[in-house]
């Protein structure tokens, strides 16, 4: 079993909906919880972090961490189509020297 | 550049040889990692090299890959008697911190694509 399962989609979205993505995972030491975007044939870049359980709002984004069930969200709300891409979710762990990533979800918001 | 820089950006070569993969971290960034990214799947870590301090090679999936960074600047990825399995996008990331500290921010670059014929 992998530490962080991430369903791989596609997600099909038209423009202007709410995306809704997450992650579960399996390692309760993972402690900090980030969102990365990849463009095709790009290399990935971060879109958000988070440390503690709870919500965290960016623009459009809001990030949600579950500890107590080792689970994390991604909403995008208002979807553009300049949202389509595969997003991963990535941990660590406190004195971690790595990050561990989900396999990534593929998102495709359609005009 | 201002990012990480990467070569080749796509390498074809027949099963059995030898490739070397070449990463430019951004300029006074003391972590770098070498990460596979199959088709359709997420990352896998390979390797991390901190500083001066003894890499973290936990990654590497057999003793046909190995890496070096010379001081805080380029790393090479090689890899030995090449398989198809090894197909795939190998990508470079560079921190200023420990996996990017609290933030956990990466700087990749556009990775490498190897297809192993």
């Known amino acids: 079993q992998k530490e962080v399962e991430q369903d791989p989609g596609p997600l099909s979205v038209p423009e202007g909906a709410i995306v809704s993505l997450n992650c579960t995972y399996s390692n309760s030491a993972f402690q900090y919880f980030m969102w990365y975007r990849q463009y095709s044939r790009k290399g990935p870049e971060l879109l958000m972090y988070?440390?503690?359980?709870g919500n965290k709002e960016d623009g459009r984004f809001t990030a949600q961490v579950d500890k107590s069930s080792k689970y994390i969200s991604l909403f995008i709300r208002d979807s553009q189509p300049s949202d389509s891409a595969t997003y991963l979710c990535?941990?660590?762990?406190?004195?971690?020297?790595?990050?561990?990533f989900g396999g990534g979800t593929r998102v495709l918001v359609k005009p | 550049g201002a990012g990480v820089s990467q070569s080749p950006s796509n390498k074809v070569t027949e099963k059995g040889k030898d490739v070397e993969l070449r990463c430019d971290p951004i300029?006074?960034?003391?972590?770098l990692y070498w990460y596979r990214q199959r088709l359709g799947q997420g990352l896998e870590f390979l390797i991390y090299f901190q500083g001066n301090s003894a890499p973290d090679k936990s990654g590497l999936p057999s003793d046909r890959f190995s890496a070096e960074r010379t001081g805080e600047s380029v790393s090479t990825l090689t890899i030995q008697r090449t398989q198809q399995e090894d197909s795939a996008v190998y990508l470079c990331?560079?921190?200023?911190?420990?996996?990017?500290?609290?933030?956990?921010?990466?700087?990749f670059g556009e990775g490498s694509r190897l297809t192993v014929l």
């Open positions: 990535a941990m660590r762990k406190a004195a971690g020297n790595k990050l561990t």
């Open positions: 300029s006074g960034h003391t972590a």
């Open positions: 990331a560079s921190s200023w911190g420990l996996a990017g500290g609290r933030s956990g921010e990466l700087f």
């Open positions: 988070t440390y503690s359980s």
